[in-house]
């Protein structure tokens, strides 16, 4: 499709294009005013860039943080075919370079840019010969999410000041979509913070049926959205990625979605990646036949084949080996797998459920896990956030912890006292939950009087107050005793040569000659030793 030859505004050569331009700003602020959804807005925006600023092929794309990709919302004038490529990976072509950059680019002729003849479709070089082509960043709470773009054949001899003008539109219309989309964000904040005080709406009540009928404990407010989340995913069948620090309780999310899910009946199969061989994986995955290899001594089904009609976790995905990744990615697309050794294909109906304490996308990057397999996986990602973002949640956990273990050690544990209830709340838990319970099971164990005492906790968790080991002298004088003991060694090893002893503590030599005089230090005892 060739280039919109509108003819241009008026305004845009005239002495009176500031005041048009205002005008144009104002009517686009008013269209957004009109619409209650963001993204109906759009269209009418690049409308107006078009027939009333002479920008063309104006288009509009926004994060989809689910898919990990620029999606296109909304383009005026792209033809059939580019339409249907509406999505930019991050860092792809001119959009994703400005989108990772969040910096503004000006082409000042497309027919010339590499970048963005890889993604053309159906366009002549020609066509876009003398077309210039501006891309700037759309940002919201101080990042970047998405991207405004347009074109202009540039007509003038001298285009420096056209573009530039054009640039800056740009750059204005792009502030005010941000500045819409804060305004309606903080909109549904204040109506979802209304119906969590009041206990109502059906994705609240949902979240607090999941929590008192699974065994997951926590009640903070970052836990009830995974509740939430979960309530919504399970259902549906989808692909689940679920991220998170080691020790949040991914597993206890991985088998409560499939407690909620319509596969509910079916097996529950659990492998992790990280502990099975790499020798062995592919057996332990797809099974394999009589002999196939020694020690094979009978026909074995993998996990897949026992979870079919089911769900299978796969926990630490990103430890998986690259020849692995390969052919898991073929199950999840064909739904379909060989055994080892074996010619025949067994069609599987399994629900994938991952997790991984990596960041796959650094992993992509890095080369080490295969892009296409992190797209399959990643359909809906779901974060467990660690124990220091959900501190209302830590007692409610050593509580149960605290019941469970004294239970399982023949205690009855009354009571966590105060100083261990402000040592357990200080704390930043870097091992999330598995620490916490760990640290409570050592507790229950000491305790000698159905309480959880401060000094039960490991001395990790001690601070200078509790364990009377608060400093006892000053900085300065810890300082000038560190100083005095590395300037005594540096004489020791240089048999009293204050020159040598200077170089070595990289200083001057009167540097070291006032240093020794402060301290009252005798070298001539060094040389004597050497």
Not at 395 to 401: G, I, K, V
Not at 471 to 499: D, F, H, Q, V
Request: net charge neutral; glycine share 8%.
């Amino acid at each position: 499709m060739q280039a919109v030859e509108t003819e241009e505004p008026s305004f845009l050569h005239g002495e009176d294009w500031e005041k048009a331009e205002l005008e144009l700003l104002f009517d686009i602020a008013r269209t957004f005013d009109k619409y209650v959804e963001l993204r109906t807005a759009l269209g009418p925006l690049l409308s107006l860039l078009e027939f009333r600023a002479g920008l063309g092929r104006g288009m509009v794309t926004l994060l989809d943080r689910a898919a990990g990709v620029l999606k296109v919302e909304e383009a005026f004038g792209l033809n059939g075919d580019e339409k249907r490529r509406g999505v930019y990976r991050l860092g792809e072509g001119l959009v994703g370079k400005v989108f990772e950059s969040g910096v503004p680019l000006t082409v000042p002729n497309l027919a010339r840019e590499p970048l963005f003849l890889n993604r053309t479709v159906n366009r002549r070089r020609e066509d876009m010969e003398g077309l210039s082509y501006y891309c700037v960043p759309i940002r919201s709470r101080g990042s970047v999410t998405g991207t405004l773009s347009a074109e202009r054949r540039i007509r003038e001899e001298d285009p420096e000041p056209r573009m530039a003008r054009d640039r800056a539109l740009l750059e204005k219309v792009s502030s005010i979509i941000s500045d819409s989309a804060k305004l309606r964000e903080r909109i549904l904040e204040e109506q979802f913070r209304l119906r969590r005080e009041e206990g109502a709406g059906d994705g609240w009540a949902r979240a607090g049926r999941i929590a008192a009928e699974s065994g997951i404990i926590g009640t903070s407010s970052s836990m009830r959205e995974v509740y939430e989340m979960l309530g919504r995913v399970a259902p549906s069948g989808a692909t689940v990625l679920i991220t998170g620090e080691s020790g949040t309780g991914k597993e206890l999310v991985a088998a409560e979605l499939h407690r909620l899910s319509k596969r509910a009946a079916g097996p529950f199969v659990k492998v992790n990646c990280a502990a099975l061989p790499e020798s062995i994986i592919e057996s332990e995955l797809f099974g394999h036949e009589k002999g196939a290899f020694t020690g094979a001594a009978a026909l074995r089904k993998g996990r897949f084949e026992l979870a079919h009609s089911g769900s299978v976790f796969l926990d630490e995905i990103g430890e998986l080996p690259p020849q692995m990744q390969v052919k898991l990615l073929r199950v999840l697309q064909e739904r379909e797998l060989e055994r080892v050794g074996g010619t025949s294909t067994i069609k599987v109906d399994v629900r994938l459920i991952a997790a991984t304490n990596r960041n796959l996308e650094e992993e992509v990057k890095a080369g080490r896990f295969r892009e296409d397999l992190y797209y399959r996986l990643n359909v809906f990602p779901l974060r467990v956030p660690p124990l220091r973002e959900r501190k209302s949640d830590v007692m409610l956990l050593a509580d149960h912890f605290a019941g469970k273990y004294g239970e399982k050690n023949g205690k009855r544990i009354r009571r966590i006292s105060a100083p261990a209830i402000d040592l357990l709340t200080g704390h930043t838990w870097p091992g999330n939950v598995r620490e916490l319970e760990n640290c409570i099971e050592r507790a229950v164990i000491l305790s000698a009087d159905q309480v959880i005492h401060a000094y039960n906790l490991p001395p990790s968790l001690q601070t200078a107050a509790s364990s009377n080991t608060a400093p006892t002298t000053t900085l300065e004088a810890a300082l000038s005793r560190l100083e005095k003991e590395m300037i005594l060694e540096a004489l020791k090893t240089a048999g009293g040569n204050m020159a040598a002893a200077a170089r070595s503590l990289g200083i001057s030599e009167r540097q070291m000659g006032l240093r020794v005089r402060h301290y009252g230090i005798n070298r001539r005892v060094y040389r004597s030793q050497s």
